[in-house]
């Protein structure tokens, strides 16, 4: 948001609000699309130990249901963590999760590439801006390199019938104890991802600037636990947040599709927040002034060719939700 506002200035104060209306939103969804991925994952563990015990042809059956209602219990013990200052420990558990079940997901990849022999189908310090830059690089050469690895091995391992997911759709089914780790993996990612993405929606921190005479809003209540420090309890603070698992727990019961989600998500944030902003904020930072060349051709036509993209995504994927919910 302060991006669009700087670079569009007093004409785009309604993208601004816009753009932040649709990051909340973007959010709002993978909070959403974690619960959904944590309820698989524990279903997957089951399912690894069901198959290596009764075969792979085993009517190896949970529900998620459940399994959605734990986890949503988890994060609002998890919410009580005031802000992303005090989670700085569940941020580096998270990202070493990432990397390990990232890591087996591709090395199982290639090892069922290698066990086939053949492919099946192809389908002081620095300033601030440029720590931010260079992380931002990493962060998305690092991601576009496993999805990338990810998304080929597993169409050569699997061709056709690649599942949306390698370890929770069941691309695999031994070693068993690794896919079961795998997913525990996931699930322990998700829990700390869970927070760092809501963290941004909690309006705590807002509305104790605007209206500091509160006393809900306000007011904390030191509470006793045994063994631990005391802890400091806002009820404002616990009941937005208890409010907001619960609103997301309830949505991911609700329409538990992950493929579908997914795409619905990915489409939300494609065209609007990577493409319309980004291009232009390069419009007005580089004065490129309209009906030109550059402003016709790689500009605006780009622009609409990945619009048309996420049109065309976005539909299909609500479709996809609508025919999995009325089947």
Request: hydrophobic share 45%; with cysteine; net charge positive.
């Amino acid at each position: 948001m302060d991006a669009v506002r700087v670079n569009l200035g007093k004409e785009g104060e309604r993208r601004t609000w816009l753009a932040g209306f649709l990051q909340f939103l973007v959010l709002y969804g993978t909070s959403c699309a974690y619960v959904l991925t944590t309820a698989n994952s524990l279903r997957a563990i089951l399912k690894a130990n069901c198959y290596h015990k009764e075969g792979h042809q085993a009517p190896c059956s949970y529900g998620a249901n459940l399994y959605m209602v734990l986890f949503g219990l988890v994060e609002i013990v998890m919410s009580f963590i005031p802000d992303l200052h005090d989670m700085l420990w569940v941020s580096v558990v998270a990202a070493i999760m990432s990397f390990t079940y990232s890591f087996i997901g591709l090395g199982l990849g290639i090892a069922k590439v290698i066990e086939n022999r053949r492919i099946d189908t192809l389908r002081s310090h620095p300033p601030e801006n440029r720590i931010m830059k260079k992380a931002f690089m990493v962060a998305i050469i690092m991601k576009t390199f496993f999805y990338l690895c990810c998304g080929c091995f597993g169409y050569a391992a699997f061709g056709n019938d690649t599942p949306g997911n390698l370890l929770i759709g069941f691309g695999f089914y031994e070693p068993y104890w690794l896919v079961a780790f795998a997913n525990v993996c996931i699930i322990l990612h998700l829990v700390g991802g869970y927070q760092i993405y809501s963290q941004p929606i909690s309006v705590d921190r807002w509305c104790s600037r605007k209206i500091p005479n509160n006393r809900f809003v306000n007011k904390s209540y030191k509470v006793k636990l045994p063994l631990l420090s005391n802890f400091e309890l806002n009820v404002f603070r616990f009941c937005f947040r208890t409010t907001y698992v619960i609103s997301t727990t309830g949505i991911a019961i609700l329409f538990p599709y992950f493929n579908q989600v997914l795409g619905v998500l990915g489409a939300i944030n494609f065209w609007p927040l990577a493409i319309y902003f980004p291009v232009e904020m390069y419009l007005q930072q580089k004065k490129i002034g309209g009906w030109t060349r550059k402003w016709i051709v790689l500009i605006r036509m780009f622009s609409f060719v990945c619009f048309a993209v996420t049109v065309v995504g976005l539909v299909g994927s609500i479709q996809g939700i609508i025919s999995e919910k009325l089947s």
